[in-house]
């Protein structure tokens, strides 16, 4: 089955350390992106990639960094200098960025940093 | 920063009610409107989508109803069952190649036996 798999589904870290959250996808799709969900707040964009060896930020990337590697990953990493870390992490992708071709999107990875 | 407003928070829908979510945006440049739904534990699924060139789409018993002058768009679910209990969100992006969708703040919907 073709999909985006995220993993841990839960994930908990002591305040100041470094986590990497992980997104892969088989979907062969070009574009991907990490939204944040907070109660109340909707989706907020972290970070998107329309291609391999390249990222951009969206709305809410401090503390936040990504890479593109590989045209099937897409990790998160959420780094000491994020001041509200504990979120529900949603990575998504699609054909291309921009086409209005739907998301999908993973099954969240719940992160609490304590 | 381009917005999404939605509203409202939560909805209370008794079985075979119609349950209305609406969304208000500010952005003229918005080119493409999809409707994502959600249940516990699950990332969003695409639910409907519309263009501003149309004023209402319809599938089985969802219904996108869009004001272009008002720069509205609204859910309409039509004879509301329990399993469409979720959090709905509206969405917006630009014209293609620019931007990731803007998501609206989500709608909890329970629809009761």
Redo the contacts between chains.
């Keep these: 089955d073709g999909g985006i798999t995220q993993s841990p589904k839960y994930l908990f870290r002591k305040e100041g350390q470094n986590v990497t959250l992980s997104c892969e996808q088989n979907l062969n799709h070009d574009a991907m992106y990490w939204y944040r969900q907070d109660p109340g707040q909707g989706l907020r964009l972290i970070y998107y990639s329309q291609i391999v060896n390249d990222f951009q930020k969206g709305d809410i990337a401090e503390g936040y960094s990504v890479s593109r590697e590989k045209k099937e990953s897409f990790p998160l990493t959420v780094t000491s200098a994020q001041k509200n870390p504990t979120a529900f992490y949603l990575c998504a992708s699609s054909s291309k960025l921009g086409d209005n071709s739907p998301l999908h999107f993973g099954n969240g990875t719940r992160l609490t940093v304590t | 920063?381009q917005q999404v407003k939605?509203s409202p928070?939560s909805l209370i829908v008794q079985k075979g009610g119609i349950s209305i979510i609406n969304c208000a945006y500010e952005n003229t440049a918005f080119d493409?409107f999809?409707w994502?739904q959600q249940f516990p534990?699950?990332?969003?699924?695409?639910l409907i989508?519309i263009r501003p060139d149309v004023s209402e789409k319809k599938e089985g018993r969802f219904t996108i109803s869009f004001n272009k002058s008002a720069k509205q768009f609204s859910l309409h679910i039509m004879d509301s069952q329990p399993g469409d209990s979720a959090t709905y969100?509206c969405a917006a992006?630009?014209?293609?190649?620019?931007?990731?969708?803007?998501?609206?703040?989500?709608t909890r919907l329970q629809v009761q036996p």
């Design positions: 920063q939605q928070q493409y999809p994502y534990g699950k990332g969003p699924a695409l989508a969100f992006s630009i014209a293609p190649g620019r931007r990731a969708l803007t998501f609206g703040s989500g």
